[in-house]
């Protein structure tokens, strides 16, 4: 089951039926797309993905996805899962444009890699980030990242993929701790499925 996180600022919880209209709006912003590397879906699908979300990823406890609050208002959504991108687990975070430029990015990904070495027990975790998004490779950079190769899509893009060790021994599993848990892939469209940052452009 996806637990409550909590970073100096923020709070990272499971969604709720009445968070539908948020994620939408978010991955409905064209800016936030652009920057996640996957063109804007129409409204109708990311209710479907929603709905995904709350019927079958939850319940069947297939990876873990937040919805991200500041002083009680929905700032961005986070994920952390196994994919087809990489040789393990990776982390995608995107955050509204309001909240851009408030060095949310860094205090949410640093949470995340905590996450992934305490929970999931993972020695790494990976990040696809866009060849143009110069503020979040910077912000991987300060975070402890480094380069593993570029990946170059159908039209010509280029998303880099990073890596950041966690601190977690390799397949070390606590005392009394269930060993990782296993993810999917996410139905076709979900947020993440495409290269993604971590995390808002401007963070």
């Known amino acids: 089951m996806t637990p409550t996180l909590r970073t100096a600022r923020m709070t990272l919880t499971p969604y709720r039926p009445e968070d539908e209209d948020a994620f939408v709006g978010l991955l409905r912003d064209e800016e936030v797309c652009r920057w996640m590397g996957q063109e804007r879906a129409p409204e109708a ?3 479907a993905v929603f709905k995904v979300i709350m019927d079958e990823i939850y319940p069947q406890n297939r990876f873990d996805l ?23 687990y990776e982390m995608i975070a995107a955050f509204v444009r309001d909240s851009w430029g408030k060095g949310l990015g860094s205090e949410l990904v ?19 980030v866009g060849a143009e998004n110069a503020a979040s490779l910077a912000l991987c950079a300060r975070l402890g990242f480094t380069f593993v190769r570029d990946v170059v899509g159908d039209d010509g893009s280029v998303t880099k993929m990073l ?41």
């Open 45 to 47: 699908d990311l209710r």
């Open 66 to 88: 937040w919805a991200v609050w500041l002083d009680g208002a929905y700032v961005g959504h986070a994920e952390i899962k196994k994919t087809g991108n990489v040789d393990g």
């Open 110 to 128: 640093t949470e995340l890699i905590r996450y992934a070495a305490r929970t999931l027990r993972v020695d790494r975790v990976y990040g696809m």
């Open 163 to 203: 890596v950041v060790p966690t601190g977690a021994a390799p397949n070390e599993t606590a005392p009394n701790e269930a060993a990782p848990k296993e993810a999917t892939e996410p139905a076709e469209g979900a947020p993440g499925r495409e290269p993604a940052l971590p995390p808002g452009p401007q963070s």
